[in-house]
């Protein structure tokens, strides 16, 4: 398996360069993950130990798989402003969802409801509808009304809802991988 560039944005868009996170994005990822308002629909705050942890699982993704979560920059800016993308892990939510790719996209409270998830999301289902296809999984706060109008629109349909390890309450979807 080939990596991308880690020289490169793996992703471009109109606004926005897409990278596999590097060393020099960390302290800007953890900035991020630990906003509380960015946080909010994260589960329970973590400590920069479990967000370290999330960023390099995330990175470890990319290696095993092919794929993975991608840092936001606008560009020509270094400064991270999400993490979006589309990555494997395990939850322990079943097998209906466990052990598949996982959409997830985190816009920086400061950044979001600028179309920045949307567009950015965009270019990353049609990069791994191209790459990889198959379906993909997404897990979302009932809560956050704009994470499931966005669900939506890139025809994720309801799977069920799940109760996560923390007691937290997610509703879980599924994309059909595309037509051929």
């Known amino acids: 398996m080939t990596l991308p560039d ?3 944005p793996v992703i471009t868009t109109e ?3 897409l990278w596999i996170p590097g060393a020099e994005d960390i302290p800007g990822m953890l900035a991020l993950l630990s906003h509380p308002e960015t946080h909010r629909f994260l589960g329970p705050m973590g400590t920069p130990g479990s967000h370290m942890s999330r ?3 995330n990175v470890g993704s990319w290696v095993v ?6 840092v936001v920059k606008h560009r020509g800016d270094p400064a991270p402003i999400g993490n979006c993308g589309i990555f494997h892990t395990h939850r322990d939510l079943g097998a209906d969802f466990d052990d598949r790719p996982e959409a997830g996209w985190i816009i ?3 950044h979001a409801g600028q ?3 949307s567009e950015v999301m965009e270019a990353i289902l049609r990069w791994f509808d191209t790459e990889r296809g198959g379906e993909i999984m997404c897990m979302i706060d009932p809560d956050n009304a704009p994470s499931l109008r966005l669900a939506d629109k890139f025809g994720f349909a309801p799977l069920r809802v799940a109760e996560m390890p923390d007691g937290d309450t997610v509703r879980l979807f ?3 991988p595309p037509a051929k």
Do not use: H, T
């Open 6 to 8: 880690p020289a490169r």
């Open 15 to 17: 606004r926005f360069d």
């Open 55 to 57: 960023i390099l699982r």
């Open 65 to 70: 798989y092919g794929y993975g979560l991608l």
């Open 108 to 110: 920086a409270a400061e």
């Open 115 to 117: 179309g920045v998830a």
């Open 174 to 176: 599924r994309r059909p």
